[in-house]
């Protein structure tokens, strides 16, 4: 569970969140929509306890992101946008056996979630494999294990699909779909349409800071082609046109 | 924290041990590097300078003091018209101009003039000076001693021998050991320091450029345990740097066959070289993972640590020729600089265990502010994303 409570974000000059709220429930899946620069990835950062928000707060199965910050870190996940923030001159499974430990997971425990992972994700052909031999994919797969490797309840994922092939990307958004079942809460954000609208239970639009629509995809498939929820939703994160 | 800290500890010693680059400047180089410029600058074996027999030329002849050196074995005296183009040469080692009226004024008790010329440019001539100052002294105390009444009584005086060039192989002038003392303290000073700021630059501003650093905050890891867990990591290469450096002036010592600081260098004294060499490793540590942390890139930490590096050369260059008899309370207090005193302390046998302790103590003072610090920086948001 994810309550988001009127956040902002200021970085010196510029204003990157402004009064951001909302909840998500358990076993719900959030797809977050905007342009570069909308406040994505600032949003997920705050939520993770990574940077503090200038105003509001939020909490995390009820764990306030200010006052418990240590207890919010226990309960989600978290994979970071751009690089893949792995430990290169590690092999992929030195890098997981490491997220495990800080996390506080037994050896027994992280041997057997590793290995789960491995699986999951497909890459036992390359888990002793140092990383920086990987290619973008490879390690996108590793680094969102890594981001999971604790088990936790909420998961925010900046970006799961960069860089993945189409095989890669639904293993990864069909794991998302199992764990929802499971009733964790996820939040993603992506920059592919397709995913936000295959895998989101419900679509945030965030643009130049602000959430500008919420809403559920399914309610414009009775009404709407493909094609054009395709140009509703390119309006409204590029232009920030609410009129859709 | 402190199990936190020793996870981040030996997951950051496992990537520098497979980072080739860093083995190579922190440890091998130091290693090889050191005893090879030793031997460049002091010459390798000690022996070499000393001679058996220093030529020197003398004003006048006819005196007790040109007789008290012709009396000499290891002293000859070169015939020549021209002194300074032969202290040029190296043909003599050392001029001596003598008081016209020496002897007179010796009868009559009266002071004397006896002025020693030597090249100053010159290692061998230099080393020359000591001894002939060594005879001037002798050759003075002889009047302080016994009073001679006539000139004739002089004559004794030139046919006194003292034995002064025997000290010369006994390791008056033992150059090995001249040069370790002047140049151990830099050299480990500025390896410590270099060492220890490739790793510093890569764990701090290299762990922000990679991006690696959000999502080991992301966990329920404390920041002071990240900091606590690079500064072990840090401190570890610098030991490791300074040890290979400690190695490499071993190697030197042994070969160069420096005997004064050989014969009086024993486990005790390297096992307090061992303590300021990691005292120094420490320190220039915290410095550098500070800078790292406050740098935006692997870039400009490397610029700022090379700014460091440059600034604790300071000291060893102020500290080179002192003598450790000049050490005061204030060097001690000053850091690097108190590090550098207690190493010369240690290397010339003059360990002080007060001035040892007030080291050990206040770098840990020094240390633990810089924690602190770092820590402070750490928490940061502007300073640690500011990529």
Do not use: W
């Amino acid at each position: 569970m994810i309550e988001i409570k009127n956040i902002s974000k200021n970085f010196k000059n510029n204003q990157a969140l402004k009064n951001v709220s909302f909840s998500v429930n358990n076993g719900e899946i959030i797809g977050l929509l905007g342009e570069n620069g909308a406040g994505k990835s600032t949003l997920l950062r705050i939520i993770s306890t990574i940077l503090l928000p200038s105003e509001g707060s939020a909490e995390i199965n009820g764990y306030d992101i200010l006052k418990s910050p240590k207890e919010v870190r226990k309960n989600i996940g978290i994979l970071f946008g751009g690089e893949s923030g792995l430990y290169e001159r590690l092999t992929a499974r030195e890098n997981l056996e490491f997220f495990a430990k800080l996390n506080g997971m037994s050896n027994k425990e992280s041997g057997e979630r590793i290995k789960y992972l491995i699986n999951k994700f497909s890459f036992a052909g390359y888990a002793d494999k140092r990383v920086n031999t990987f290619s973008k994919g490879m390690k996108q797969k590793v680094a969102i294990s890594r981001a999971i490797v604790h088990n936790p309840s909420v998961m925010l994922l900046d970006e799961p699909d960069s860089g993945l092939d189409f095989k890669a990307s639904k293993t990864i958004f069909d794991f998302m779909e199992e764990c929802k079942k499971e009733g964790k809460t996820i939040i993603f954000s992506s920059h592919s349409m397709e995913n936000i609208k295959n895998y989101s239970d419900r679509t945030i639009v965030l643009h130049k800071g602000e959430i500008i629509k919420v809403f559920k995809i399914s309610q414009y498939r009775e009404k709407y082609s493909e094609k054009e929820i395709n140009n509703m939703l390119f309006n409204l994160v590029c232009d920030g046109d609410e009129n859709v | 924290m402190f199990k936190q800290a020793l996870i981040i500890f030996f997951k950051e010693l496992k990537c520098i041990m497979r980072d080739l680059k860093t083995f190579f400047v922190g440890i091998l180089i130091p290693f090889f590097l050191v005893p090879s410029i030793l031997f460049i600058i002091g010459g390798g074996k000690a022996e070499q300078y000393s001679p058996k027999v220093i030529n020197i030329a003398v004003s006048n002849k006819d005196n007790s003091f040109y007789k008290f050196m012709s009396a000499q074995d290891d002293i000859a005296i070169i015939e020549t018209n021209n002194p300074e183009k032969f202290l040029d040469s190296g043909e003599i080692s050392s001029y001596v101009i003598i008081d016209e009226h020496l002897d007179e004024k010796i009868i009559k008790n009266e002071p004397f003039a006896l002025d020693i010329k030597y090249n100053e440019f010159s290692v061998n001539s230099s080393i020359s000076y000591s001894l002939v100052s060594g005879y001037e002294e002798a050759y003075r105390e002889i009047f302080q001693k016994y009073s001679f009444e006539r000139i004739e009584d002089l004559e004794q005086v030139g046919e006194m021998k003292i034995n002064l060039g025997e000290q010369i192989d006994s390791g008056l002038i033992d150059f090995g050991s001249v040069f370790f003392v002047m140049f151990v303290p830099m050299m480990l000073i500025t390896y410590s320091c270099v060492g220890t700021s490739t790793t510093a630059a890569d764990l701090g501003a290299g762990e922000k450029e990679r991006g690696t650093l959000e999502p080991l905050l992301a966990t329920g890891v404390e920041r002071s345990a990240v900091v606590l867990g690079k500064l072990l990591a840090t401190t570890f290469m610098g030991v490791l740097s300074s040890m290979s450096t400690v190695v490499g002036f071993l190697i030197y010592l042994i070969i160069s066959s420096a005997r004064s600081v050989l014969n009086n260098f024993n486990i005790m004294s390297f096992g307090a070289l061992l303590v300021a060499a990691i005292l120094i490793s420490v320190f220039f540590a915290a410095i550098n993972l500070t800078i790292s942390i406050y740098a935006k890139s692997y870039k400009e930490a490397q610029t700022y640590s090379m700014f460091i590096v440059l600034l604790a050369m300071f000291p060893s260059v102020f500290t080179l020729m002192m003598e450790t008899s000049r050490i005061n309370f204030s060097y001690l207090c000053l850091p690097v600089l108190n590090i550098i005193c207690i190493i010369k302390e240690i290397l010339s046998n003059s360990f002080n265990l007060l001035h040892f302790n007030v080291v050990v103590g206040l770098n840990v003072l020094y240390v633990f502010l810089l924690y602190l610090v770092m820590f402070k920086l750490f928490k940061k948001e502007n300073i640690i994303f500011r990529v």
